[in-house]
């Protein structure tokens, strides 16, 4: 995905677009740019961070402005070039001086390019927005506000847009389908952004852009209205954001700040809504389902990445709490399956962003095949969290991070509170629900106690560190935590892990084993424990290093294993909280000894918008 800001009031436009920009740095980095009006267009853009661009605006002497739109890429259309960077612009001197930043996918961009060339238009660029740039100018009659909802019914896909003008230097047009963005309403001044951490620095009233939106801002009013102009009030609302929560504070990093950030990120996720004496969870975003729930026959989680991994690990709290049969799917994968959604089936989308493309998509799929939808969802008011039935924020606050770690920990903990709200409608005690519930009160200090081990961590990480390719096993609810950990490694310090049942690992990977290859085994004391050593023991004697996540006070683990990380004592259903933090910490080590961009790695960004 790409970040969006654009700005028109009576500041200078660029301070304004460049700390946006910083701020949304996280959703993309390959390139960026921003357009500035003032007398005439003028367009700055650099491959690489924001401040390379900032440094090339210093160079030119600054672009003066008060209206102005500003994009940090994620490649999608075309390689990683200055050519390829937003702003793109119609046709240089015979167009209109128009100019375009996009985040989304224009999908029938070739078709309407083929159109547009037959029709005298020529293009720099291999990008889909720049095709959408020539077909607002083809289509400009001299009211810019028309000319983009013309545009708009022509083309098909996702997009989040702000476009200007020189021939109307005081309007800035707006508009999205399926992409994020939302409007700040300041005083004399609109900020307009992908999401609200470029803008709560300005105000902190904004509107979300409902999709097939179009938005006209001046200086004095905005006007909103649908593609088929058709005008619509959107609905005003103060931002729920502390700009202090996007600060480093003493971290070097926003993933070490987040992993620290567990436990009293948990607490949030857990307040309000456990009653440990009553034995009772407070869900008031679903309470409305919940005799659906209680009488739902199966329950499909979908997501991406770490939060499929929470879908997975939810998939077992559902079978064993709530007694529900219960799968996990990756949302790309059951959107195109065809799949069995019929009466007494719910879904739930489970994201941190909620603005995954594949899974907003899944949703949308299994909501029209009559499931209930549910969302466990971090970002309030994204997409996701907005077309399904009901759902449950995290409120695990901002995750700037492009590894996923708070957020995948209440995924978790939601997941859990859900399994055992369903559970208590149908065949759990309150003592029973009373019980878990207190040992879920007992997660964030059991995190707190592995977070304060750090240092053990790095030194175990510091001796394989140069190897290349590593192994995590885990069996049972451990198995998804394995994969987190694989995933975790991998995305940040890019040295190939692969996660899998350690059950699975003799029937090929076992090959693999080369002498000294670390082998991470999830071996907390379980109702797997003793078959996990078996696992171990078929590594070991291969000549594979073991790195064992272990029970605090597991007197054995250290006669089989090399290394040792203890960690304490939880149910079976609610380890996999306390048993990734490890693997976080290991990842986050591994990546910084080996020199990589620890929160923004390469070719990733936070959330895929597009497919
Ligand atoms: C996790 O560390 C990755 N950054 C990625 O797999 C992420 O979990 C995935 O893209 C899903 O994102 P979402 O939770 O915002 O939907």
Redesign the pocket.
């Known amino acids: 995905m790409c970040g969006i800001v654009a700005y028109i009031g009576r500041k200078q436009a660029i301070p304004v677009l460049l700390e946006g920009l910083k701020r949304l740095e996280y959703r993309g980095y390959d390139s960026a740019g921003v357009g500035v009006m003032d007398g005439g267009l003028k367009v700055a853009r650099a491959v690489g961070r924001v401040r390379v661009l900032e440094e090339k605006i210093d160079e030119t002497g600054g672009l003066p402005g008060t209206l102005g739109i500003a994009h940090t890429r994620w490649a999608t259309h075309g390689g990683v070039t200055e050519a390829n960077a937003h702003p793109h612009r119609d046709d240089r001197g015979k167009g209109h001086g128009i100019a375009v930043i996009h985040n989304g996918i224009i999908e029938n961009y070739a078709v309407l390019k083929k159109y547009l060339e037959e029709n005298g238009h020529t293009f720099t660029s291999e990008t889909d927005t720049e095709v959408l740039a020539h077909l607002i100018g083809e289509l400009y009659r001299g009211d810019l506000e028309k000319a983009v909802q013309a545009a708009l019914r022509e083309v098909t896909g996702a997009y989040a847009i702000a476009v200007i003008c020189e021939k109307e230097p005081d309007t800035l047009v707006v508009a999205r389908k399926g992409s994020p963005l939302m409007v700040g309403v300041g005083n004399g001044e609109y900020v307009v952004a992908s999401d609200s951490s470029a803008i709560v620095a300005h105000t902190t009233q904004a509107f979300t852009l409902a999709d097939y939106t179009v938005a006209k801002l001046t200086r004095e009013s905005f006007r909103t209205s649908t593609i088929d102009d058709v005008e619509i009030t959107p609905e005003v609302r103060e931002l729920e954001f502390e700009l202090a929560e996007l600060d480093l504070g003493n971290f070097d990093h926003y993933m070490l700040k987040e992993i620290h950030e567990q436990p009293r990120a948990l607490r949030m996720c857990l307040q309000g809504r456990i009653d440990v004496r009553g034995g009772e969870i407070v869900l008031g975003g679903i309470a409305q389902h919940a005799r659906t729930l209680a009488n739902t026959k199966r329950i499909v989680l979908v997501?991406?990445?770490?939060?499929?991994?929470a879908c997975m690990v939810g998939r077992y709290l559902m079978e064993d709490m709530a007694k529900i049969a219960a799968e996990a799917d990756f949302a790309s994968e059951f959107r195109y399956r065809n799949p069995i959604v019929d009466f007494g089936t719910t879904i739930i989308a489970?994201?941190?962003?909620?603005?995954?493309a594949d899974?907003l998509a899944a949703l949308q799929e299994a909501k029209q095949r009559g499931a209930l939808v549910l969302g466990i969802v971090?970002?309030v008011g994204s997409s996701?969290a907005r077309e399904t039935d009901a759902g449950i924020y995290l409120r695990v606050g901002p995750e700037i991070g492009?590894?996923?770690?708070k957020?995948?920990t209440g995924?978790v903990m939601t997941a859990a509170m859900l399994a055992l709200f369903i559970g208590r409608r149908r065949y759990l005690s309150q003592e029973y629900v009373g019980k878990m519930l207190g040992e879920l009160a007992a997660i964030p200090d059991k995190i707190q106690r592995v977070v304060d081990a750090s240092d053990t961590i790095r030194s175990i990480v510091a001796k394989h560190v140069e190897r290349e390719n590593w192994l995590f096993l885990g069996r049972g609810i451990n198995y998804p935590v394995a994969l987190e950990g694989a995933?975790?490694l991998k995305?940040i310090s890019y040295i190939h892990a692969e996660g899998m049942p350690a059950a699975e690992m003799k029937h090929g990977p076992i090959a693999l084993i080369d002498s000294g290859m670390p082998a991470v085994f999830i071996a907390t004391r379980n109702s797997q424990y003793e078959k996990v050593l078996s696992n171990i023991a078929e590594v070991r004697s291969r000549g594979g290093h073991i790195i064992a996540v272990a029970t605090e006070g597991d007197g054995h683990i250290g006669t089989v294993a090399q290394d040792v990380i203890y960690v304490p004592d939880a149910p079976e259903q609610l380890q996999p909280m306390v048993n990734v933090v490890p693997l976080q910490v290991l990842a986050y080590h591994a990546a910084v000894m080996r020199g990589k961009d620890v929160d923004k790695p390469r070719n990733?960004a936070?959330?895929?918008t597009v497919e």
């Open positions: 997501g991406q990445g770490t939060a499929l991994h489970v994201s941190q962003s909620g603005e995954t899974t971090n970002a996701i492009v590894a996923s770690t957020a995948f995924q995933l975790k995305e990733l936070k959330s895929v």
